[in-house]
């Protein structure tokens, strides 16, 4: 069982050796444990650094967005024969021994996908009060649409199984959060959380959520999209019966104006 540890990396190089000597070696139910860092376009020595302390490189020669940067970590473990693929960001906010955890459900083969819960225990210290909301309502959007109970499906922690890397459909160069939980659950396979630990340093910006209004439209893009691809006749169904709806107020309207005027002396 060959387990590939992926790191996305944008202008790192203060963290990228720190958080790849963190990285466990071995786990149990593991033959063997390799490092990724896809760097996305950084203009330090973050390639350079992650290369020094072992890590295979993946180079984006411009910055793309995690979405790439998943898509091109999904295709270096397809082509490396990994059978599992886990995910961790570069700026030490979670902790690598958690790592097992995630893996564990896929292990006993009770998921194909296990995504990091940071939300068990409520907002996290120090997360932003307005990320937590927006993260809680995107959540809410994602579990209506997918017919699963979520807590957190933005967390970047998160591990796959092949079959779910075969079986992925992500398009979006922005994120890849949503689109990854949807394409799975839309095609039958299992998804599960598990509680995973944060820390959040308030001196630094996230490079994906740092703009709250752009992170929603983007967001909202991508759900339109898969809702798009795996449930057309519920987008269209909802809009025809929206503007059935309209049409039929009008209807009424004018209705009740053309009576109203045949009753006037």
Same mark, same amino acid.
């Given at each position: ?142 579990? !209506? %649409? +997918? ?10 922690? $998160? ?6 890397? #075969? *079986? ?42 740092? !703009? %709250? +209004? ?10 339109? $999209? ?6 057309? #006749? *519920? ?31």
């Amino acid at each position: 069982m060959k387990l590939l540890i992926y790191i996305p990396a944008f202008n790192e190089a203060e963290n990228i050796q720190q958080v790849i000597a963190a990285l466990p070696r071995q786990l149990a139910g593991i033959d063997q444990v390799n490092t990724l860092v896809v760097d996305d376009g950084s203009t330090d020595r973050t390639a350079e650094l992650a290369r020094s302390a072992s890590a295979s490189v993946v180079v984006h020669y411009k910055n793309r967005g995690v979405g790439a940067a998943f898509r091109s970590a999904v295709q270096f473990a397809l082509e490396h024969d990994a059978d599992l693929l886990v995910s961790i960001d570069a700026d030490g906010q979670f902790n690598p021994l958690e790592i097992s955890l995630l893996v564990a459900p896929i292990l006993a083969d009770r998921a194909n996908m296990v995504v990091g819960n940071r939300f068990e225990k409520g907002k996290p210290e120090n997360m932003p009060g307005l990320k937590f909301w927006g993260n809680k309502k995107v959540t809410g959007i994602i579990s !209506s %649409i +997918s017919g699963q109970k979520f807590t957190d499906v933005s967390c970047g922690f $998160r591990a796959y199984d092949r079959e779910a890397l #075969l *079986r992925l459909n992500v398009f979006g160069d922005f994120t890849y959060t949503h689109e990854s939980i949807l394409s799975l659950l839309y095609q039958g396979l299992r998804v599960e959380e598990v509680p995973v630990s944060v820390y959040y340093d308030t001196a630094r910006k996230s490079r994906v959520a740092g !703009s %709250i +209004s752009n992170y929603a439209w983007q967001t909202s893009k991508i759900i339109l $999209r898969m809702l798009l691809n795996y449930r057309p #006749l *519920r987008v269209f169904g909802t809009t025809g019966a929206i503007l059935i709806g309209i049409g039929g107020l009008f209807e009424l309207f004018l209705f009740h104006e053309g009576a109203f005027r045949l009753r006037s002396p």
